[in-house]
T-cell receptor, first 113, second 112 residues
Framework: QKEVEQNSGPLSVPEGAIASLNCTYS??????FFWYRQYSGKSPELIMS????GDKEDGRFTAQLNKASQYVSLLIRDSQPSDSATYLC?????????????FGKGNQVVVIP | DAEITQSPRHKITETGRQVTLACHQT?????MFWYRQDLGHGLRLIHY???????NKGEVSDGYSVSRSNTEDLPLTLESAASSQTSVYFC???????????FGQGTRLTVV
């Protein structure tokens, strides 16, 4: 089983709609979870971090964490064309002493004007 | 502002040549990482360092080496470049446990 899995294919959403991205992880005792956004040809940039079960909101972004089910999700409300990017889920597994990030392969989001 | 600078941004080299990619950070972070990113594989860890004189192999370390002589720099060396090492390389740093990573701008390496 891979450490972090993002299985959904490219996601196309109309402008103004909600984009929903999911990520599952294998290390049950992971403590820290991150979402990165990566524009084509650019480096990943952090958009959200979450450490506790429940929801965390930051502007149009909401991260949701469920440790019992080992998944973390990202919601993008009122999607804008500028949200078109690849979104990477990252986890800090205890296997690495909470010191090395494990990344999913990413989900591409395309917002259609 | 603190930053991570990678150089060069683009590099074309020939098979068999030694290549060194530079990473310099002003965050004063102890933890530094090198990743490569390829279509279909996502970000894969090559080497990492938790401090001066400390280096460790990641999941795809064959053909690569690093050295850490100071806090600011972690150069990545390809001993004998191969076409399979054509990729985008990212350097990243982290302050400590349970914190996020910050990335450099990346280096696009082409081995011909």
């Amino acid at each position: 089983q891979k450490e972090v899995e993002q299985n959904s294919g490219p996601l196309s959403v109309p402008e103004g709609a909600i984009a929903s991205l999911n990520c599952t992880y294998s290390d049950r005792v992971s403590q820290s979870f991150f979402w990165y956004r990566q524009y084509s040809g650019k480096s990943p940039e952090l958009i959200m971090s979450i450490y506790s079960n429940g929801d965390k909101e930051d502007g149009r972004f909401t991260a949701q964490l469920n440790k019992a089910s080992q998944y973390v999700s990202l919601l993008i409300r009122d999607s804008q064309p500028s949200d078109s990017a690849t979104y990477l889920c990252a986890v800090l597994p205890l296997l690495y002493g909470n010191n090395r990030l494990a990344f999913g392969k990413g989900n591409q989001v395309v917002v259609i004007p | 502002d603190a930053e991570i600078t990678q150089s060069p941004r683009h590099k074309i080299t020939e098979t068999g040549r030694q290549v060194t990619l530079a990473c310099h950070q002003t965050w004063n972070h102890n933890n530094m990482f090198w990743y490569r990113q390829d279509l279909g594989h996502g970000l894969r860890l090559i080497h990492y360092s938790y401090g001066v004189q400390d280096t460790n192999k990641g999941e795809v370390s064959d053909g690569y080496s690093v050295s850490r002589s100071n806090t600011e720099d972690l150069p990545l060396t390809l001993e004998s470049a191969a076409s399979s090492q054509t990729s985008v390389y990212f350097c990243a740093t982290r302050q400590g446990m349970n914190t996020e990573a910050f990335f450099g701008q990346g280096t696009r390496l082409t081995v011909v």
